[in-house]
């Protein structure tokens, strides 16, 4: 699992986020190419805590706010990539999540770039968004709203 990727391929992806933790996978699923991993699957071998992370991406990239379930569900990992090292973006042009702050010393904030939020907060410099780990505490549902905006009028 060092090369784990999830989702779409970052040829494909819409949008990519790259991650501290890896998730648990079982042995069957192993052999399972990664991409072929649906929302459900993940969420029945890593719990709740996967189910969170998930929730938080489908919200942040569905194209209506409202059909963010279903997204979840059905589309999510067809149209975002997941990564877990920065090696794994090399040449990846596209939107891209930043993920807590293990990778800001590789990635590191540039000082122009815009703040979003307040109290929890993000940051966004063209394609790039610097956010909190996908976990309520640190990424309410406000912070989602106002993320989604700054993108949508990018």
């Known amino acids: 699992m060092n090369d784990l990727w999830l989702g779409a391929s970052k040829d494909e992806a819409q949008c990519v986020f790259l991650l501290p933790n890896k998730p648990m996978l079982s042995k069957e699923s192993d052999c399972v190419l990664s991409r072929e991993l649906d929302a459900a ?34 589309d999510l990992l067809k149209k ?23 990778f800001r010393d590789a990635w590191p904030v540039p000082d122009f770039a815009k703040e979003i939020g307040e109290g929890h907060v ?20 406000v912070l989602i709203e106002k993320i989604r905006k700054t993108i949508l009028e990018k």
């Open 41 to 74: 699957l993940l969420i029945e071998l890593n719990g709740n805590h996967w189910r969170k992370i998930l929730t938080i991406m489908a919200k942040l990239v569905v194209p209506h706010y409202d059909d963010w379930r279903e997204f979840r569900d059905k």
């Open 80 to 102: 975002v990539g997941i990564a877990f090292t920065v090696d794994q973006l090399d040449g990846y042009q596209g939107k891209l999540f930043i993920v807590g702050n293990t």
């Open 122 to 141: 993000a940051a966004f410099s063209s394609s790039c968004v610097w956010c909190p780990y996908l976990d309520y505490r640190q990424f309410p549902n």
